[in-house]
Every structure is written in C-alpha cells, then in structure tokens.
C-alpha cells in the first residue's frame, strides 16, 4: 500500500503476561487482528507499543519489530518502526528494521531530550540515510517536546522525509506543521497524517488553505497514525474510508459525521485518561482490548502503569454510549444518509 492513499494505520500495543514478559501468542494475534480490520499498516516500537521495549536491558525491540514482520508476511501493509533518539542509538534501530523489512522510521526526536533543534535535525538526517523518516511531533503531555515552526521547515528540507504524523494535540502547533510543509515547496511529496487522537474527524475533513509566495496552498492530512486505531480498528477503517469520501466528493461535511468526531472524541478522552493527564492511556488502550477479547490482562513493563481511579468507568460508559465507534455496520448505518461514493 501506499501512504500517499492514506492510510489507518494502528499504533501496535504490547502484549506481556501476568509475569510481564512477552506474550508472544498473544502479540502475534493483536497483529492479525489488525490485518483482518483492513488497517493500511502497522506501527510497531512506537508510544503505544512502550517505549521501554528501546531499552537495552528490557531487550524487546529487534524481538517485537520481528514478530510484527513475519506476521505481515505475504500481505502490502505499510511497516513502519518507531524509532528513538539519540542519534547513536536511532541509526543503530534504523539499521535493524531495515533488515527486518520495514519501510519507515517513525522518529521521535523527544528522545534527544534537550539537545537542539540543530542537533535534532541531524540525527533524523543521519536515520534518512538509513530508511526513509516518518516524523513524530509527539504531545508534551507524554513526553513529547514542542518545536518551532522553523524546526519543522528545516525538517522538510531532508530529503529522506516521506511523511509526518502531527500529534501535539494543539490546533495552534498542527497548523505550524502544515505551514511549514508549504513553506519548504514539499507539500506535493511528502504526506500529513493525524495523531490528533482527541480531533480525528476534524483533521481528516479539513482543508488547511496556506497562503505562501502570492497563492493559496491547500494541504490535506490524509490518513491516521493512531493509538486510537489500536482499538476498534474495523470501525475506524470505516470511519476513514468515510471521511476520504466526503472530501472526494467537494461536498459540504455533514453534520453527522462531525457529530461522530465528537463521539469519537469523547470515547478518546476516556480510553486515553484525558482527565488525568492521560497517565492511564496504555492501560486504557489495553482495557479496551481485553473487552474485545484480544488482551489478558492490562500489564505493562512499568508496574505503576495502570489505570486512574474512575477510568474504567469512563471506558463503560463510551463502550455503553457509542456502539457505532465499534462497530463498522453500526456506523454505516447512522452515516447511510450521508454517503457520496
């Protein structure tokens, strides 16, 4: 597949056992779930997947990007490799999913820590010169750093960038992305994708029009690279494919389907631990799927990762609230009235 297309493509959870090893059958099957609910691609090694599976002494990142791969064998899903800084250390996880298959590195420059933006930007030119870079302007809420909008110009400008997943969860900060795309003359090759988590629809519906060089750009975000895909994936499919028609068809956005952006963010807030500085997300990712059967438990590396009081109740309460967000028939129905393709 291609992410020019646009695609779902789920950030891919750990699956450990009571013990909090590896559940290798267990993560084996999350990866099919998310090849049986039409997801575009997967994104292993990424915040959702824990980024403690970088560190040497934990030892599962060559293991987990593998299992991924050979499940993915035989199929054209886009593999993409979330990938840590330093510059040392990124190189070093680019060269092992290179030799793994994948085809990009989903680069969080957080990792970098405090080093600056000069030094940042090398360390993504050095990964380019590996595999091509999906960039990750992650929020500051989870670890992520906030950059410049003349970071993000500089960014473009290196030629090993094919895509950028915007997940500051900051309209101001989204826009700075789109800008800068426009300003470094690449917004015909590389692509923008949501990980806006709490403003899916929105995101995927909205022409960003940029005035840059005497003329009006107009820059679309065309898929989502989400935690929130990793569950209810088959509905997501849905929810995507249905906004990608709406914008083919150069037609108003119904109100319906943004009323479903909002359900959708609702449900986000709940599964992501809005209300407690989305402390418990991991945990209420792995909540949600253990409701579907995919989980056994809600372990994480970390023992203090768990669920905030009342979160629980949150996820009952959207689960009970918005079948439609987890059910891809459900929703096409309630959009029935509102399909263009």
Known sequence: MDIRSGLVIPAHPLALDGRRRLDEARQRALTRYYVDAGAGGLAVGVHTTQFPIHDPEVGLFEPVLQLAAEELEGTDLVRVAGILGPTDRAVREAETAVKLGYHYGLVSMAAWGDAS????????????????????????????????RGFWRRFFEIPAVRAVKIAPFDRYKTIDVVRALVESGRHDDVVLYTGNDDNIVADLVTPFRIRHGGETVSVRIVGG????????????????????????????????????????????????????????????????????????GRWCLDPGEELSPGQADEIGRVWHDYPHLRDPQALRTLLSGNEVD
């Open 117 to 148: 933006e000069q030094e940042i930007l090398a360390g993504v030119a050095a990964v380019g010169e590996v595999l091509p870079v999906f960039g990750f302007y992650l929020q500051p809420a989870v670890g992520g750093r906030v950059f410049s």
């Open 225 to 296: 690279l989400l935690g929130q895909f990793a569950v209810w994936t088959a509905a997501a499919v849905e929810l995507v494919r249905h906004c990608q028609a709406v914008v083919a068809s150069g037609g108003k956005v119904p109100a319906e389907l943004l009323g479903v952006g909002a359900d959708l963010t609702d449900a986000n807030a709940a599964v992501f631990d809005a209300a407690n500085g989305f402390r418990g997300c991991i945990p209420g990712i792995h909540e949600v799927l253990i409701r579907e059967g995919m989980l056994a």
